[in-house]
């Protein structure tokens, strides 16, 4: 069974940093674009950060430039979300995905992506 095992969330204080990572099981995902998501109660489902397969292109959300940095590992088939100067806003279940797409995209809406992991909370307190 192909799997995403999303790992580093929990608890941290407003202004903290924590780092997400994403590993695969089952398959590899060195040829497919990644991506970070998160959904806070109550809201949809929001694009977070995602980089193209070959890793030379990202894409953040307006909400997290700046403060977020996607990257993926030496191998390309772990991904990782490090997350600095962080807010209570930025509470939510973070999900990581995988899309199949060509070479550079760095898809932003979540029906592009084809794999997802069963998520992480972030929380953020004041």
């Known amino acids: 069974q192909v799997q995403l095992v999303e790992s580093g969330g929990g608890l941290v204080q407003a202004g903290g940093s924590l780092r997400l990572s994403c590993a695969p099981s089952g398959r590899t995902f060195s040829n497919y674009a990644m991506g970070w998501f998160r959904q806070a109660p109550g809201k949809e489902r929001e694009f977070v950060a995602a980089i193209a397969w070959s890793g030379g292109s990202t894409l953040y959300a307006d909400s997290v430039k700046g403060r977020f940095t996607i990257s993926r590992g030496n191998a390309k088939n772990t991904v990782y979300l490090q997350m600095n100067s962080l807010k209570r806003e930025d509470t939510a279940v973070y999900y990581c995905?995988?899309?199949?797409?060509?070479?550079?995209?760095?898809?932003?809406?979540?029906?592009?992506?084809?794999?997802w992991g069963q998520g992480t909370q972030v929380t953020v307190s004041s």
């Open positions: 995905a995988a899309a199949a797409v060509r070479i550079g995209y760095t898809p932003a809406a979540a029906a592009e992506y084809d794999y």
